[in-house]
């Protein structure tokens, strides 16, 4: 393990990605500033707060600390854009390839990007490189491409009218986000919203706002009018409170945890009842009966869907609920893929795991981690922080058996490396541990029994359900969850019925 730039490990690659995050840093080119009205600018406030980089503690840069007063500026801006037209009113078509220049450039500055991710928030920079640069752009391009070929209809009235049913941008959007895929989770906002002709003010996590204030600056080199999008890095309690709390903003798109989701409904019923989307933490549950095909396969696939991006995952399948005619078979093969996902320095490019995110975030997967043990959990690998001496922040990637379906770790979203191992009996049971949280993000069932796949796969309580495979992605397909898992769906042209309102208007029709 060497996470610091003093001490770059044998591959020529990792050596390269210290010298540039060396460079990036020495020459002072990480920008904290707001993005607002098309400027990069201080908070009104003058105040900041200092990024750190949870790979070594090192000092990222001076961050704006923005809050209700650069809120309310943001917003202004962003109300005039769409009073104007300069965004909203323009044919989608130009918005087209406004877009679709924008995510030319996010792809022509992808190492700069993922460098950026990676030093920000822990993860890979293969992933990074592989996985958050390409997807992000994918999903901006995909609403460019997508937004002038969708129709509005014409309702089937009577003849002497014509009714036509319209969508229109909502207006203002306000999108919050998390630090778990920070370019990701900004494209999905803004891919919908701005090729709807919303403008929005996104507000990045104050744990990994640097990549989100690069993607502004390449919006506005795309030729984004000024005002349409604002970024606003600082604290939820303050600027995120304070845009989910604002008279002028029509909607919000959040994507956090369930505890700051039902805040922000509880924010809008006190201020303008504005429309909010949540999409919120989970408890996926991966289940695999004795009549599946290729159980050691299953396991691989649970190992990999846990320990990718440190457990970091809303859809993680953070509870494996094996028949226990094949749970042994199973837990060996789980086991057997551990070494491979052991934490170690993020910006060698052979890395699988990297570091959580800060130093709350450890000590609380360390917590549950105690817990289990405590609730009689049996502990079979990891369980214990990592790679201490850089001043990073790493976990061993963890599994428990003998995880019974009310304890902590069966209930709980840990957000980190550790899988918890639920043994059942038969198929009603699976179901209903399955379904025994307040989550209802995903779920995945390994069978090899078509009935039984379809018969469980509609019993079960989630927004996505994958059968023997876990990791099929495409920007044509829904995501999101029910429950307590949340209410809004990102990606796919579902996603456009957020930032729209229908309009109808009625004309009458002169008979001849
Ligand atoms: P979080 O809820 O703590 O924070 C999310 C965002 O909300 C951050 O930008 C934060 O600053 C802001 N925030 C916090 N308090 C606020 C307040 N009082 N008012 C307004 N804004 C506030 O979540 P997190 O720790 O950043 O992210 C992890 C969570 O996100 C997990 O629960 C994970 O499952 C969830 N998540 C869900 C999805 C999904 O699509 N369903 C995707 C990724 C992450």
């Known amino acids: 393990m060497s996470a610091s730039a003093s001490s770059p490990s044998s591959s020529s690659d990792t050596g390269l990605w210290h010298e540039r995050a060396q460079a990036l840093l020495a020459e002072g080119l990480v920008d904290g500033r707001a993005s607002i009205g098309g400027q990069r600018t201080a908070a009104v406030s003058g105040e900041t707060f200092v990024g750190r980089s949870p790979i070594d503690g090192r000092r990222l840069g001076e961050v704006a600390r923005c809050?209700?007063?650069?809120?309310?500026?943001?917003?202004?801006?962003?109300?005039?854009?769409?009073?104007?037209?300069?965004?909203?009113?323009?044919?989608?078509?130009?918005?087209?390839?406004?877009?679709?220049?924008?995510?030319?450039?996010?792809?022509?500055?992808?190492?700069?990007?993922?460098?950026?991710?990676?030093?920000?928030?822990?993860?890979?920079?293969?992933?990074?490189?592989?996985?958050?640069?390409?997807?992000?752009?994918?999903?901006?391009?995909?609403?460019?491409?997508?937004?002038?070929?969708?129709?509005?209809?014409?309702?089937?009235?009577?003849?002497?009218?014509?009714?036509?049913?319209?969508?229109?941008?909502?207006?203002?959007?306000?999108?919050?986000?998390?630090?778990?895929?920070?370019?990701?989770?900004?494209?999905?906002?803004?891919?919908?919203a701005l090729a709807a002709g919303n403008s929005v003010v996104l507000k990045p996590s104050e744990k990994s706002p640097l990549t989100a204030l690069r993607l502004a600056d390449l919006a506005l080199k795309a030729?984004?009018?000024?005002?349409?999008?604002?970024?606003?890095?600082?604290?939820?309690?303050?600027?995120?409170?304070?845009?989910?709390?604002?008279?002028?903003?029509?909607?919000?798109?959040?994507?956090?945890?369930?505890?700051?989701?039902?805040?922000?409904?509880?924010?809008?019923?006190?201020?303008?009842?504005?429309?909010?989307?949540?999409?919120?933490?989970?408890?996926s549950a991966f289940i695999v009966f004795d009549d599946a095909e290729d159980v050691a396969r299953a396991a691989r696939a649970a190992a990999s869907g846990i320990f990718f991006n440190q457990g970091e995952s809303c859809n993680a399948p953070s509870r494996l609920l094996v028949h226990a005619a094949v749970a042994d078979e199973v837990i060996a093969e789980v086991l057997a893929q551990v070494p491979r996902y052991l934490p170690d320095d993020p910006l060698d490019a052979h890395t699988e795991m990297g570091a959580v995110v800060d130093e709350a975030q450890l000590r609380s997967v360390l917590g549950h981690i105690e817990a289990g043990q405590r609730e009689g959990a049996t502990l079979l690998a990891g369980g214990t922080r990592a790679h201490a001496e850089t001043g990073g922040f790493y976990v061993t990637p963890t599994v428990f058996d003998d995880v019974s379906p009310q304890m902590r770790i069966a209930l709980e979203e840990i957000f980190g490396p550790v899988l918890s191992v639920i043994r059942f009996q038969d198929e009603a049971e699976a179901i209903e541990i399955a379904n025994g949280t307040p989550y209802g993000l995903q779920a995945t069932l390994w069978s090899g029994q078509i009935d039984r796949a379809l018969r469980v796969a509609r019993a079960l309580k989630a927004g996505t359900v994958h059968v023997n495979q876990f990791d099929e992605d495409d920007m044509t397909v829904p995501f999101g969850g029910v429950k307590q898992s949340g209410n809004g769906r990102d990606k796919s042209l579902h996603a456009l019925d957020k930032y729209t309102e229908l309009k109808t208007t009625w004309i009458r029709v002169q008979a001849a």
């Not at 989608?92 to 920000?120: F, G, N, S």
């Not at 319209?166 to 630090?179: D, F, K, L």
């Not at 009018?225 to 303050?238: T, Y």
Request: proline share 6%.
């Open 67 to 192: 809050q209700g007063a650069d809120v309310d500026l943001a917003v202004r801006h962003a109300r005039h854009a769409v009073d104007d037209g300069r965004w909203s009113a323009k044919a989608p078509a130009v918005r087209k390839r406004i877009l679709q220049r924008w995510a030319e450039l996010i792809v022509q500055h992808k190492d700069e990007l993922a460098l950026l991710e990676t030093l920000d928030m822990g993860k890979p920079i293969r992933h990074s490189l592989s996985v958050d640069v390409p997807a992000a752009a994918r999903c901006i391009a995909w609403y460019a491409e997508a937004i002038d070929k969708v129709y509005d209809q014409v309702a089937p009235t009577p003849a002497g009218s014509l009714a036509l049913v319209q969508r229109e941008p909502v207006g203002v959007v306000g999108a919050i986000v998390p630090w778990n895929y920070p370019l990701i989770m900004a494209a999905w906002k803004l891919g919908p």
């Open 223 to 283: 030729g984004l009018p000024a005002g349409v999008l604002q970024v606003l890095p600082g604290f939820g309690h303050e600027a995120g409170e304070a845009l989910a709390l604002h008279m002028d903003v029509d909607a919000l798109a959040f994507t956090g945890s369930t505890r700051v989701g039902r805040h922000m409904l509880d924010c809008a019923s006190r201020s303008n009842l504005k429309r909010v989307y949540n999409e919120l933490g989970g408890k």
